[in-house]
């Protein structure tokens, strides 16, 4: 089955500081995505990750404020920089499994972000 | 682009009823399509996915939905609620070969009276 494993699943940081949100994938993919879901709201697209290339943003999101990396094709990180209590969201990573039967994108099980 | 609309952000039913949650989508390739459940404090699964072929898709839990190209709909329904199914409901499209991660809608609420 397909997997991901995200850490941490939870958090609390201070305002102005960053938090880096890992995601390892039990098999090699091309993209990764990275989804924002503040307090009861539907998910939001903050940006794809490439193996090998930059990022690729969602309008309204910006790299210096949520830089991504992609070493490798089953891993990549997201940093939420200079943290504000409107960053308080659940962020999720994902990747395609479509073509496996009864997979569709599977999800991490999200980080929830609280800044006081 | 690709987006979709979930008419009713919270939907009650009695338990034993009928579930009838709307999906609308708007696609200019053939779309993927998939309905998500978040439970509370709680990941999102999979119900369903409809990508080609037979457009009425089972799914887990007794859910199904049916893909209705002429009227661009994928409703997520099931013939009896169980208390159970008190979740967050999301329908997402994919697909688009120019973007290929998902496009949500904005979900679904489903209340289950005893």
């Known amino acids: 089955s397909a997997v991901i494993s995200q850490k941490p699943s939870r958090d609390i940081c201070q305002r102005g500081t960053s938090l880096t949100i890992q995601c390892q994938v039990d098999?090699?993919?091309?993209?990764m995505f990275w989804y924002r879901q503040q307090p009861g709201q539907s998910l939001t697209l903050i940006a794809t990750a490439n193996q090998g290339s930059e990022a690729t943003y969602e309008s309204g999101f910006v790299i210096d404020k949520f830089p991504i990396s992609r070493p490798n094709l089953t891993f990549s990180t997201l940093t939420v920089s200079n943290m504000s209590p409107e960053d308080s969201s659940i962020y999720l990573c994902?990747?395609?499994?479509?073509?496996?039967?009864?997979?569709?994108?599977?999800f991490g099980s999200g980080t929830r972000l609280t800044v006081v | 682009a690709q987006s979709v609309t979930q008419l009713g952000s919270h939907v009650s039913v009695s338990e034993g009823a009928l579930v009838l949650l709307r999906c609308n989508y708007s696609s200019s390739v053939p779309p993927y399509l998939f309905w998500y459940v978040q439970y509370p404090n709680q990941g999102l699964q999979l119900l369903l996915k409809y990508t080609t072929g037979a457009t009425l898709v089972k799914g887990i839990n007794g859910f199904e939905a049916e893909f209705k190209k002429s009227e661009t709909s994928f409703h997520l329904t099931k013939p009896s609620a169980h208390m159970s199914d008190a979740a967050e409901y999301f329908c997402?499209?994919?697909?688009?070969?120019?973007?290929?991660?998902?496009?949500f809608g904005s979900g679904t609420r489903l209340q289950v009276q005893p």
């Open positions: 098999s090699q993919v091309t993209m």
């Open positions: 994902s990747v395609d499994r479509t073509g496996l039967i009864n997979y569709g994108y599977t």
């Open positions: 997402a499209v994919g697909g688009d070969t120019g973007r290929r991660a998902l496009t």
